[in-house]
């Protein structure tokens, strides 16, 4: 079975032109604050994308979070995106 990780890197690399990503999870550095919870996870992706830089970078952003929709309701409480060339 895949894990949840392997399965964000293929909704993104099924819909999104990717070279290279890399999820960094970050979730223990927020496990003192109010609003965390241990079933949602805060990530964050490292993105090598020339078709992601291409574009501006809140439309870039727009269009991951467009493909995450749904696991930012039910798994991401907290997503940061880096993208690269």
């Known amino acids: 079975m895949k894990n949840y990780f392997e399965e964000i890197c293929e909704k993104l690399n099924n819909k999104i032109k990717i070279e ?22 805060h990530l964050h992706l490292k993105i090598k994308s020339l078709f992601l830089k291409s574009m501006s970078r809140v439309n870039a952003q727009k ?5 995450l929709k749904d696991d930012l309701k039910t798994k991401i409480h907290a997503l940061e995106i880096s993208i690269e060339k």
């Open 20 to 41: 290279e990503i890399n999820i960094v999870d970050n979730s223990h550095k927020h496990i003192k604050h109010k609003s965390f919870s241990p079933e949602k996870f």
């Open 63 to 67: 269009m991951i979070m467009k493909v």
